[in-house]
């Protein structure tokens, strides 16, 4: 491991980490791995969409310096029971600003959707650590945030579980301090495992008549239902590829997908020696959350340990992209880069929720992401703004398919 990107700090100086969507999946292990760090990592400020119920319990628990409501048509009535001397910001902008404050260290970014951009940009715009539970914001903005990551001197650490096992395998051959890229030329392939999701053995004609209590029963994950939706028409992956393109800088074709059921080994690297590192550990987010929240030092962690007195399979199979043809938008979006993964995003985002909603089929999720790739026009090097304004394009276009 790289002694240069260790934070020497004493157990008495706690790490202060703003955890940007506090009530979600992510952001509850998060917390589970604040608490059970011994003091050395501290919840400096909550930060929820909608949920102030939840905020006023976690608040009570965890005593920020503030709280952040993202969303100002939220009930507020909660945060009169807010204990005093904690802070109350309301809006996005509020938000934005929050995470830039100096006394924050770590910005843990776990908010679903394209949202996050905004925030990961500010954070690291005021050089901010930033761990990254938000894929969407690499997928949307990938070009843009390595750019501020080259100019301004912040570092990111992936927090999605298969980013985190290439990054830590890839640790020890890092030269860039601040940010998981790839160095050298002796990398044959990144290879991200993918668990298959409830309907991987489900033939083309089932996947026609499957149904959100069907997609929302994931074998081995438990998280939210926008991601759940996600791994079972395998979109999460698609992401999951663009989103390891940006993030260790490297071209699609040196990225590849291997389907692994038990979703033991995270993901896997090859070097041209035909060497294979991989990290495993039982499917619980906690661990990568706390390695980019400790900034790559190893403590113990929350999560159950392997019993290796016992005997265990694990299987690797090739993807099926006939079945499975989000994953094949994944490598043309990640080949292509530009605009088109914030329409593939936008167009997703809201398709998965017509699905949700039960006003499309199951397979038309892919089919709707299609349609809006072909529809939109390519931009090579969108800004901020032009990203913002296609993703509000794209919604607009895909919800007018939709509704026809
Ligand atoms: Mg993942």
Redesign the pocket.
């Known amino acids: 491991m790289d002694a240069d990107i260790n934070v020497n700090r004493s157990p008495s100086t706690p790490q202060n980490i703003a955890v940007i969507g506090a009530s979600g999946s992510i952001g509850s292990s998060a917390l589970d791995v604040i608490a059970s760090s011994n003091g050395r990592l501290r919840a400096s400020i909550l930060a929820v969409h909608r949920s102030t119920r939840q905020l006023i319990q976690l608040a009570q628990r965890f005593q920020p310096d503030a709280v952040v409501v993202s969303d100002p048509t939220a009930d507020m009535s909660p945060l009169e029971e807010l204990p005093k001397g904690i802070e109350i910001l309301v809006g996005e902008e509020a938000l934005n600003e929050a995470v830039r404050r100096p006394e924050i260290d770590v910005v843990l970014l776990a908010i679903v959707g394209v949202a996050g951009l905004r925030s990961t940009w500010s954070a690291l715009d005021a050089g901010k650590t930033v761990a990254l539970a938000n894929?969407e914001a690499l997928v949307a903005g990938g070009a843009l945030i390595t750019d501020l990551l080259n100019t301004k001197g912040g570092k990111l650490y992936p927090v999605?579980?298969?980013?985190s096992a290439i990054f830590q395998c890839l640790l020890s051959r890092r030269v860039d301090a601040r940010t998981p890229r790839v160095c050298g030329d002796d990398l044959k392939r990144i290879i991200l495992t993918a668990s298959g999701g409830p309907f991987r053995t489900w033939s083309l004609d089932q996947l026609k008549r499957a149904t959100v209590q069907d997609a929302l029963k994931h074998p081995t994950w438990k998280m939210g239902a926008k991601?759940t939706v996600d791994s079972a028409t395998t979109m999460?992956k698609a992401l999951?590829i663009i989103e390891a393109r940006w993030l260790f800088d490297v071209d699609s074709d040196k990225i590849s997908v291997v389907v692994h059921p038990q979703s033991i080994v995270h993901s896997m690297v090859e070097f041209i020696d035909g060497a294979v590192l991989a990290q495993l550990s039982p499917p619980d987010m906690r661990l990568p959350i706390q390695f980019a929240l400790e900034e790559t030092t190893r403590t113990a962690c929350p999560t159950r340990q392997f019993d290796w007195t016992r005997a265990m399979q694990l299987e690797f199979l090739p993807p099926d992209f006939e079945r499975f043809p989000a994953m094949k938008l994944g490598f043309e979006v990640a080949k292509v880069g530009g605009s088109a993964g914030v329409v593939l995003n936008a167009a997703n985002e809201i398709a998965v929720d017509a699905f949700m909603n039960r006003r499309i089929s199951f397979d038309s999720i892919t089919k709707l992401c299609r349609r809006a790739l072909d529809g939109h026009n390519y931009d090579p090097s969108p800004t901020l703004t032009d990203i913002f304004k296609l993703d509000a394009w794209t919604r607009k276009e895909t919800e007018k398919w939709i509704s026809q």
Do not use: L
């Not at 999605?160 to 980013?163: A, I, L, T, V």
């Open positions: 894929k999605d579980s298969e980013h991601i999460n999951e």
